[in-house]
């Protein structure tokens, strides 16, 4: 299971090795984070990307496995945006002159880059956005300047201490026309003392949630005042600016500027079941060392993870843990796809490639967020303390929900390429992730044949259900759009059920790509049985969830929902023996979960004792303040008898 977890077992071996690498270099030690003050906090990941980045160089490390070292290092820092975003957005806007120029510069981190678009005013809205980047054809340079508060660059992250450059998104000025938003690459820092360059004013923007968690990155802020920059540092992929002040778009369409966040959003899939089996790991492990009630004759108490009701709660977060897994595999194939299309002049994949990741960042970092919190819950009043690792593994995930798009605003980005694949059924043939509804007669009219809980183990009637509630919610939104006569004023009117419905389109995804998962050639004993036990599992429980869907849309009865139900019930039942080795399957080190409640060992209760102790408030017996504060009170003479 390690392996098919892993992917390969080459994969297997590279990223167990860079895990045993950070677990065993004391400068990655990560336990007191929570007790840092902010500038400490900040100093010790700077030490902290530092020693990783000597270890690459020293050791050689190939791309790859630097990756998994970063990863198993686990502390956001500006390299994350350096190597995440700066060097992919050059390398996908960049002409082949500017990748020569820069790209170098930024791998052997001569420079650091982080990716400056979300301004204070505007995120979402990348249209309007407010910094201006005017061409002096004179000069044969780009003026950049903030002309309001609200232009402000705002969060982006690595901007505030540690980077160089920026990649700044600007609406272009030639000859007094707007061109729309372009990237430009700006020097913000010398390269001599790191002090900010004339005309730039930048700084951190201010603590965020949690203690440590995403503190360790310096989210920016900054401001042009007319800075110059020459000509040829506007990426020019898609448009280009001449000499002469001459606007030029090539066949590369406008969307490319775009293509950082689709890379970007693929890759969030695949981290967000990396965080989501931290989670359920910890949840797990703990719930089999924890016991309440049940003691028979002075023997042993119940396990938790032995209550139904642990299992209905964490079961199926072990199974979507999986299923983002497969879907994050298949994610990424489906993006150097698109890639390598895209460097063929091959554009035709670009809209699903865009709804798909959209789609999915959204649907799995929701998911994701919300079974940390639930994995916290399933550990009692242990997983308050930050020693369970889940407080920090919230407090660092949960912006995912909001960066690289906000999951609604991506949502509604499906629903566009729902409806227009919809209203372009009668003359063309949808392919792909949309495929099925080419077959929307069918899936309108027939009805789930399921008659016993048994028929509910069978692929075929899952994604025939999954797919006839999403074709019959997509038709549905069609059909109520058509009513408006102004299609925009439709669409805002019926956003929430547009939103329903690519949740419906999204979650069928993830199915069948699990299942298609089954499909192949699974090696090791009993891998094979286990994971279609966690798919059945991953499709019964959003089936039973989301089972107002597919009773409003008429393909379910009640009595099939219920009997669905009683399925799921049976699969816990045969997920409780392997539950264990399915979590350990992650292969993840003490170093890496960072968590008392998840230990391999299970020796909870005395480490959990020893780590209180730890505390600094446990440095002495009586605490600093008390004879400030609390002793005069323990001492003050009351004239009140009452009192
Ligand atoms: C803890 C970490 C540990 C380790 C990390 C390890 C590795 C690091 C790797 C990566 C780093 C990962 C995480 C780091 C953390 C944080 C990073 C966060 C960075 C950011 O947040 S950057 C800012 C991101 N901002 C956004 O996402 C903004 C969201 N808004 C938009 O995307 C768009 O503006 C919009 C799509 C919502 C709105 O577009 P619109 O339709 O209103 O208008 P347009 O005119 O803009 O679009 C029309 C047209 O274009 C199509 N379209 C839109 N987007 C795309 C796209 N991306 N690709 C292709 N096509 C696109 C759209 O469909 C329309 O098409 P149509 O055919 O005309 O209908
Ligand atoms: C930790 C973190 C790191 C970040 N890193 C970077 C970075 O490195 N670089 C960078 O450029 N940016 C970065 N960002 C910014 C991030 O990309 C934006 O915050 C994100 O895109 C959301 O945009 P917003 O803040 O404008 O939200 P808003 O759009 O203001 O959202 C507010 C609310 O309005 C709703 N809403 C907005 N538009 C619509 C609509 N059309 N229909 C319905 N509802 C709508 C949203 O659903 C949400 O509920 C980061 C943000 C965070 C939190």
Redesign the pocket.
Known sequence: MKVAWAGSRETLELSDRMAKLVANDPVFEKFTRPMLGRKELFKNTLRKAAHGWKLIVDLRLTEEEAKWL??YIDE?AYT??H???FIPAIEGQGTEEQKKKWLPLAQKMKIIGC?A??ELGH?????GLETTATFDPQADEFVIHSPTLTSSKWWP?GLGKASTHALVYARLIVGGEFHGVHGFIVQLRSLEDHSPLPGITVGDIGLKFGNGAYNTMDNGVLRFDHVRIPRNQMLMRVSQVTKEGKYMQSDVPR?LI??T??Y?RQ??VV?ASKALSRAVCIATRYSAVRRQFGSRNGGPETQVIDYKTQQSRLFPLLASAYAFRFVGEWLKWLYMDVKQRLEANDFST??EA?ACTAGLKSLTTTATADGIEECRKLCGGHGYLVSSGLPELFA?YIPACT???DNV?LLL?VA?FIVKTVSELGYKQPVGTTAYMGRVATLMQNNCAVRTAEDWLNPGAIVEAFEARAARMAVACGRQLAKFENPEEGFAELASDLVEASVAHCQLIVVSKFIEKLQQDIPGKGVKQSLEILCYVYALFLLHKHQGDFLAVGYLTPKQALLANDQLRTLYSKVRPNAIALVDSFNYTDHYLGSILGRYDGNVYPKLYEAAWEDPLNDSDVADGFHQYVQPILKQKLHSAKL
């Open positions: 970063r990863l956001p994350d945006l190597w995440g975003m990716y678009q979300t995120g979402s809205n990348v249209q992250g969307q775009y293509g966040m689709v970007v890759t969030i981290d670009l809209p865009h660092v960066y690289e798009g605003v980005q566009r």
